[in-house]
């Protein structure tokens, strides 16, 4: 979800505000079996605290850290957990990470180097990295907002340069913003002809996504317990309905038309989750609407993730030598609990470990199993191949007659593009989006003229000669690509064994299943939340009485 769409929001959310009302207490029936399945295993008696390993440092591995040292310190609740974490990169953050694309090295944070008697150098470290993978996260998203602020990071709107949205087909503009933000009136009711009730009932139908969502997070919600099963949660949240369901088809069994789901909200999902609206579920698009009060943490978002992790005090490996190779399980002794026995790409044994909380995508890991179940019991899941794609040019917006537009057009400088409606020729790119402009002193490097900075997304590499049609002949100084294996294909959900068991072993959990439901940061630490909650339950019996989120003051 890199970019939402502005004028969309206009239309579903009329006010802006409208998706930050109170937790909706939605009657939900709960039944979970986080105590029932036989592989919860024994409670824990030894006397030194587990050992747990955690894989993947991104947003789910970082927040389960962090929500097992806050239990960890809670006075005589004998909670305590000694924590390692293993991630293969260099940097902690996964898929939340950033870079410098105007510099020769994109990814080598240019304030590493401060020799600041250099007033030049000073400047362009002072230019805040842009996002190479997450960028945005939202109102109703309490975890990250709370950390945000607990660890006093600064956060900007997201935004962009200023100018104005369109929606392209391929053909035409099926969508203009014509004023910046200002909406006139005239618009406003050429949309309301053109799609009648359609954004209304959209409208509420995020809201009450959003409600439900927001009800996950409350006390009367978490106490009950960790859920082993997505399926259930999916029920528990009212997701099951639209996780079973083509977007488009949900869309159209809630009353909204096609037109305005194929020419509008096909953009949302293209460019959050980079499928059209018919080739994954409803959820999926109803993620892609609830856009409401999105920012980014200035300076990267991954430094929510290194705070989680920095005040955890957990262990942390980083780096190709901590690349974990293979997991074995140990059986369990009489009366004791099974063992994981870790070990890293460079053969060297990581150690042995009570329990593993694996935070990442399964089959990405390449990690081998031994004397367990697990693999069998992790549905294969393929992901989206995103390309992201920063281009450093001077022209100030893409060139009209790459859309077949007299010269004189005036120009979006943020592009959107729909693959659902009949057009003949398709989008070459999901999105487009000036980011912002530079300092003279890096314009500089380039030529003439002031230089900015273009992200954009697309399913295939964009070509040199394609982009100096988009941008200009003399017009493109740089480009950097970057290929994510971004979120899941999100099919429907047909059948609960559609998703990963949260538990599929003893001291195995598994949070990244959650993705096959809903892929953003916020909902990974919203699902490592539950996998550590079932981890307290099966070594201690212990029950969070309520979410970090809503943590109560009192509460030591
Ligand atoms: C381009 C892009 C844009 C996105 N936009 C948004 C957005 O705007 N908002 C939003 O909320 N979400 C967005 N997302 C989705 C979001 O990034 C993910 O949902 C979220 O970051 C997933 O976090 P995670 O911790 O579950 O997984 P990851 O971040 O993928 O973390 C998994 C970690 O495991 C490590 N690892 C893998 N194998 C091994 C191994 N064998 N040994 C050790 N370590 C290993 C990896 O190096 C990685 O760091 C976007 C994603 C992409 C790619
Ligand atoms: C859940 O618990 C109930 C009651 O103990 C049991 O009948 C049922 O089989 C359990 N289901 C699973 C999936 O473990
Ligand atoms: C919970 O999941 C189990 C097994 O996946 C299923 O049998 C049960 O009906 C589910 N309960 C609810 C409320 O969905
Ligand atoms: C961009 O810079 C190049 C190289 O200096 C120059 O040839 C070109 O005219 C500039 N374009 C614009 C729009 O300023």
């Excluded at 440092?57 to 310190?73: C, I, T, V």
């Excluded at 600041?116 to 842009?130: F, I, L």
């Amino acid at each position: 979800m890199f970019a939402l769409l502005p004028v969309l929001l206009v239309l579903i959310s009329g006010t802006g505000a409208q998706l930050l009302f109170p937790v909706n207490q939605v009657p939900f029936e709960l039944r979970r079996n986080a105590t029932a399945s036989e592989i919860a295993g024994p409670v824990w008696h030894e006397a030194r605290p587990p050992r747990i390993a955690i894989v993947g440092a991104g947003a789910s591995g970082s927040s389960a850290a962090f929500f097992l040292s806050h239990f960890g310190a809670l006075r005589d609740a004998g909670l305590a957990t000694d924590v390692t974490i293993y991630d293969s990169n260099e940097y902690v953050g996964g898929r939340s990470t950033v870079l410098w694309p105007w510099n020769d090295d994109p990814l080598h944070n240019p304030s590493d180097r401060r020799l600041s008697t250099d007033a030049v150098a000073a400047e362009e470290d002072d230019v805040d990295p842009v996002e190479m993978g997450a960028s945005i996260f939202v109102a109703a998203n309490k975890n990250l907002q709370k950390a945000r602020r607990d660890f006093g990071l600064e956060y900007e709107p997201y935004g962009g340069e200023e100018g104005n949205t369109a929606i392209w087909d391929g053909e035409q503009w099926v969508f203009e913003e014509t004023n910046g933000f200002g909406w006139d009136w005239w618009h406003k009711a050429k949309a309301l002809w053109r799609y009648g009730r359609s954004p209304f009932t959209v409208r509420s139908l995020v809201k009450e996504t959003v409600g439900n969502f927001l009800n996950l997070y409350s006390p009367a919600f978490v106490s009950q317990g960790a859920f082993a099963s997505l399926g259930n949660f999916s029920t528990a949240t009212h997701l099951r309905d639209a996780a079973s369901k083509y977007a488009n088809q949900y869309l159209s069994s809630k009353g909204v038309g096609d037109l305005f789901t194929n020419e509008l909200i096909s953009a949302a999902t293209q460019v959050n989750y980079g499928t059209p609206i018919d080739r994954l579920h409803g959820v999926g698009a109803l993620v892609s609407l609830a856009a409401t009060g999105a920012v980014s943490v200035k300076g990267g978002n991954r430094q929510i993730f290194e705070e989680f992790v920095g005040r955890s005090g957990a262990r942390l490996r980083l780096g190709e030598d901590a690349r974990v190779h293979s997991l074995m399980k140990l059986d369990a002794a009489p009366g004791k609990r099974a063992q994981w026995l870790l070990r890293t790409a460079s053969g060297v044994s990581g150690g042995t470990y009570d329990a593993v909380i694996f935070a990442a995508p399964f089959h990405q890991t390449g990690i081998q199993f031994s004397n367990s179940m697990v693999p069998a019991l992790i549905p294969k899941q393929p992901y989206v191949r995103l390309y992201v794609t920063f281009v450093i040019t001077n022209a100030t917006t893409p060139q009209p007659s790459y859309f077949g537009l007299p010269d004189s057009t005036r120009m979006p400088n943020e592009i959107f593009g729909t693959f659902t409606t009949p057009s003949s020729s398709k989008p070459n790119f999901n999105s487009l989006n000036y980011l912002k402009a530079l300092p003279a002193s890096i314009g500089a490097r380039f030529g003439e003229g002031t230089y900015h900075v273009v992200k954009m997304f697309s399913d295939h590499s964009l070509q040199r000669d394609m982009l100096e049609a988009l941008y200009g002949k003399h017009n493109v100084a740089k480009t950097v690509e970057k290929i994510w294996l971004s979120y899941p294909q999100l099919q429907p959900v047909t059948s609960d064994s559609d998703y990963a068991p949260v538990r599929p072993d003893e001291g195995f959990y598994y949070p990244n299943g959650f993705e096959r439901l809903i892929s953003t940061m916020e909902t990974s630490t919203v699902s490592s939340f539950n996998a550590v909650s079932l981890l307290l339950h099966d070594f201690f019996g212990y029950t969070p009485p309520a979410s970090w989120a809503e943590w109560p003051d009192d509460l030591a």
